[in-house]
């Protein structure tokens, strides 16, 4: 847990230096920024029950900061976002940041932010906005729920549970809640894109 805090950390601190540095350039709009954040602060702090044993799911709102601003923003926006549900809320907890960073806000970024671009590639006009980023949405909770199940199937020694639970669990609860997830990114996607291009270039 040490070596993934510090790794975590290593990989938030140049994500940060680079979201600065666009910030710097205006390539991005701060305001903005907060505002998507505030956003997917809200989304996360609502949860579904959805599995057996007490299994719940949450949005994650990973896919529509990282599809807007870039990965690096995904990253740094989730991380502050879990980070002030641990200090404040209890929600995720500090012994688990290093884990959930990992996941919703790495792992989420990166699927969701080049899963955009590929499919943006095939659905070049602006409805194809809609596809892309629902498709997107959906692969970026799913992915993040992939990797959670596979940190705690790995930890069956003190969780309980191994990988042929733990993997299906979190993921068929988190595709059926991504369906969610990829409509609310589709459409806030194709909104921004429709009715205020300069903030959204891909």
């Known amino acids: 847990m040490d070596n993934m805090l510090c790794n975590i950390s290593s990989n938030n601190y140049f994500s940060y230096i680079r979201l600065r540095s666009k910030l710097k350039k205006e390539e991005l709009s701060t305001s903005f920024f907060a505002v998507i954040t505030a956003a997917v602060?809200?989304?996360?702090?609502?949860?579904?029950?959805?599995?057996?044993?007490?299994?719940?799911?949450?949005?994650?709102?990973?896919?529509?900061?990282?599809?807007?601003?870039?990965?690096?923003?995904?990253?740094?926006?989730?991380?502050?976002?879990?980070?002030?549900?641990?200090?404040?809320?209890?929600?995720?907890?500090?012994?688990?940041?290093?884990?959930?960073?990992?996941?919703?806000?790495?792992?989420?970024?990166?699927?969701?932010?080049f899963s955009y671009v590929l499919l943006r590639k095939l659905y070049k006009n602006e409805k194809g906005r809609i596809v892309a980023g629902a498709i997107s949405g959906w692969l970026g909770i799913v992915s993040a729920a992939f990797m959670c199940g596979l940190e705690l199937g790995l930890s069956k020694s003190t969780f309980g549970y191994g990988l042929s639970v733990t993997i299906p669990v979190m993921v068929i609860s988190h595709a059926i809640l991504g369906i969610v997830e990829g409509l609310v990114t589709g459409f806030a996607i194709y909104a921004i894109g429709k009715y205020r291009p300069d903030l959204l270039k891909r």
Do not use: K
Not at 92 to 103: E, F, H, R, S, V
């Open 41 to 113: 602060f809200a989304l996360q702090m609502v949860n579904y029950p959805l599995g057996p044993g007490g299994t719940t799911a949450h949005l994650i709102g990973t896919p529509l900061l990282s599809i807007i601003f870039g990965p690096e923003a995904g990253i740094v926006g989730l991380s502050i976002v879990l980070l002030i549900q641990a200090l404040l809320f209890g929600d995720g907890g500090i012994t688990t940041y290093g884990a959930n960073t990992l996941n919703m806000a790495v792992t989420a970024s990166v699927v969701s932010f």
